[in-house]
């Protein structure tokens, strides 16, 4: 099995909650990659955040905790989700030096309605978990 990690990044905009969503093609995720054997699947999404989007500034504010999707890919992969805040709203795609291109096409910040609108069916468990978290903390 082939496990991914990736971060559920949001901000607070007007006293709600985006979420970040990055396009690829016509499929929309949070900003995630594949976990390399020597490295902790939270390092991983750290690295992919920063490689994807340009975020440095990530603040765990609800800890370390995480959601996985169910498999997916005819069975043969897991995605890991953490959530983190960030004050940051400008994305910088970089170009990634094996496909000589950007990995992705598009960000939109989104409210929890909107995202859920853009989201494919795999990860609806995890803006559904992430947003269920979030809410649960008070301002």
Do not use: C
Request: hydrophobic share 35%; no cysteine.
């Amino acid at each position: 099995m082939v496990l991914s990690a990736g971060i559920v990044i949001v901000r607070k905009h007007n006293d709600e909650w985006k979420y970040l969503f990055l396009r690829a093609y016509r499929n929309w995720d949070f900003p995630k990659g594949m976990v390399e054997s020597d490295e902790h699947p939270l390092e991983t999404a750290k690295r992919e955040v920063k490689e994807e989007t340009g975020l440095a500034e990530l603040n765990f504010r609800w800890g370390e905790i995480f959601k996985e999707t169910a498999p997916y890919a005819g069975g043969k992969k897991v995605a890991r989700y953490y959530i983190a805040e960030t004050s940051e709203t400008i994305i910088r795609f970089s170009i990634n030096p094996e496909i000589g291109k950007p990995e992705h096409h598009e960000y939109r910040w989104l409210s929890y309605n909107e995202i859920k609108k853009l989201s494919p069916a795999r990860i609806l468990s995890i803006i559904e978990w992430a947003n269920t978290v979030i809410q649960r903390m008070k301002p």
